[in-house]
Structure formats: C-alpha cells, structure tokens
C-alpha cells in the first residue's frame, strides 16, 4: 500500500474493502486539518466522548463542524463502563434528539469510546454511518481501523459487537501530547504487535528506536503510526470478518483477555495484558519448535524496553486462565485456537499445540 501524501506533515491510506471502503488520514493537527465534515452525510451529527477527552478536544471538533446539528453523549472513563449500560446512554440520546438513519456518530476518544460507538452506529436503526477520531495511541494503531466494534460483557470481553467499518478514521497525531505515559506504552504493545505477526523489519526499527517512541518523538511516532495502519489495514483488506487471516491481529489476546476478564476490566490495561500475552504467544511457539529461544527473548526485551510487563499477575492461577481462555472467540467446534509465531514476522493461528505446553506457559 503506497501512503499519498496530504499536507507536508500528513499522509491518507486506504483500508481497501470495495464499496466499504475508506480513508485514514494521519498526522499533526488532523482533526482541525482533514475537513471532517465532508465525510457527515446528513444535517445532524452525535458526537460520542468521554469525561477525560471532552475538555481536551471536544471544541477543537465542533468547531470544525459549523453547520451541522451537533449532539453530544459524554460517558464516564474507563474499561469498566464498556458495557450494554453505558451503550443504552447512546441509545437514549439519539433517540431523544431524533437522530435518523442519516445522522453520523463521531468517535473521539480511545478503543473503548470507539468500539461503543461504533457498535451503537452498527446498531442504532440497523445502521447509522460513523468517523473515528482516535486520541490513544493504541487507538490510532490498531482499534479505530478495521471495524471491529463490541461492548464487554462480564463474563467475557468484547462478548457483544459487530462488524461495521466506518466511513473515515482521522488520526491527530498531535492529541498524544496529553496522554498519560501508561496510556502510552500499552499502546506500544499493539505497535511491536505487528513487528512480531507480519513485519521484522519494522520489529527491528522498533528495538532501534524505542527510546525516541518513549519520547514521543515526533518524526518517529509518525512512522510507527504509519507502519501500524499500513500493516493493519494489509490484513483487515484481506479478510475483513476475520474468516482466516486476520486473527493473527489477536497475537496474545487470548491470554490478555483472559487478565483483563479476571480483573473485571478494572486492572492492567488493555495493552498491559497484550504484552504479557504477546510474551507468552511467543514461550508456547518456542515449546511448539517454531520459535528460536532468541527470538523470545528479543520479544520479551522489546516488551520491557517499553515499560511493559512480561509477567502475568501473580494472583492468577492456570485453572484461571483455562476457565477464562475456553471462551475465546476463535474458540472453533469446543477446540482452542491460539495465534503462535514462526519467528519474528510470521504468525500462524493454531489449535496443533500440546496441552502440557501451554500449562508450563501458565504455571
Ligand atoms: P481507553 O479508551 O480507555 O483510553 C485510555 C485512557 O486515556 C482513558 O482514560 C482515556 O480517557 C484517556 N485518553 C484518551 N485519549 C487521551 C488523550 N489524547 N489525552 C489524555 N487522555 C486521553 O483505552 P485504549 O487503550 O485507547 O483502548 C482500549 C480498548 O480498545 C479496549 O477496550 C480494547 O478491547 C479495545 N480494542 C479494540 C480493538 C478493535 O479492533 N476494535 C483493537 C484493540 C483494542
Ligand atoms: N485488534 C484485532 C482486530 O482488529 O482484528
């Protein structure tokens, strides 16, 4: 995928999906920038933020959007509020402002304000189009692109959801200057993400410059969010619903999610758990023969480089993990699927693993 460039300091990529196609513009001062208003198709727009962001950018946004009925749902922050609860508050307001089917939500915020309203756009009168504005990292990496929207469900992450891409993804580079570092760096996970599924070349690049990432050097988060999107959109462009391929999006997820579950959404981070699982992808493709010991270690190395954990939580058990990991979504037929590596570049989704190796994974 060739970028083209915009401005001097912004470049647009496609996510290629036919009549489902569409732009994500990335760079400095996009959301002021990208003339978001041409992707809002009707008169009324719903803009979907939360408590933390609204002070930030929420102005920034509406000025950019004269002319258009604007609504706003301002939801409380926080992992723990992804729920069919807080959805309903969408709901509700859309319905008491006599929103349509043309109206437009706009995402601002990170995965968990992007997955909500993206699910309440893939359901609200059967569908309503949507923007993501994504302001974490990790949301400009990898949630706001690809249309996988969902709300957690107690017993289970990201339980309830569709897929429902959405008309634009308009990436300000320039609002990671407020996240918090901890936000940051579990970002960082789903960016060595895609150096260890499909790019070890960028995983180099990544060891080579994870300080300047650290500190948010421009110059080099730019190309990380450019490489990420590009690797994102390669997979999501080849299998959209996640038939085949696109679930080696879900390295260490499985393991991750299993964390975020058992500390009832309110523990590490969503990138945190990534990270720890990411390591633990890596242990079980080693003991499965496919993974020189080297190579984890490279992958642990990154991970701490980064500031992020190698170590599950010491409070949880193998039978923890094994009850929370049977219901997985790439749980096929009662059978376990895991994504594995073949090295640092190439990933695999496997149920071909022995069971006494993922129990010395989990003990
Ligand atoms: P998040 O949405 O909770 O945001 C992290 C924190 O940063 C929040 O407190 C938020 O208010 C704050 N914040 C956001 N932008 C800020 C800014 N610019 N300045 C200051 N503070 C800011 O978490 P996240 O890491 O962005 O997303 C995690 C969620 O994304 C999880 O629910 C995960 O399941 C989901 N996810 C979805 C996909 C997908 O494909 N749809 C992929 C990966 C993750
Ligand atoms: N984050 C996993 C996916 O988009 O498929």
Redesign the pocket.
Known sequence: MNPSATTASAISLNVDLGDRSYPIHIGSGQISAANIAQYIQGKKALIVT????AP??LRALTDQLQGVQIDKVILE???QY?NLENLNKIFTAMIEGQHDRKTTLIAL???????MT?FAAASYQRGVPFIQV??????QV?????????V?HSLG??MI?AFYQPQAVIIDTD??????DR?FR??LA?VIKYGLIADAEFFAWLEQNAQALLDRDSKALAYAIQRSCINKAEVVSADETEQGIRAI?NLG?TFG?AI?TFQQ?RGW???EA?AVGMVMAAQLSALAGNMAAEDVERTKNLIALCGLPTQFPENMSRDDFMALMVRDKKVLDGQLRLVLLKGIGFATVSADFELNWLEQVLT
């Open positions: 939360n408590t933390s962001i930030l950018y922050d926080g992992e992804k915020g990170g995965g968990v304000v992007g997955d993206g994504p302001t974490t990292l990790l949301a990898d949630s706001s692109v690809g249309g996988k929207t969902a957690n992450k990201n959801g609002t990671l200057s407020t996240l918090p936000e579990a970002g789903e999006l997820h999610h975020e959404y981070l969503h990138g990534v």
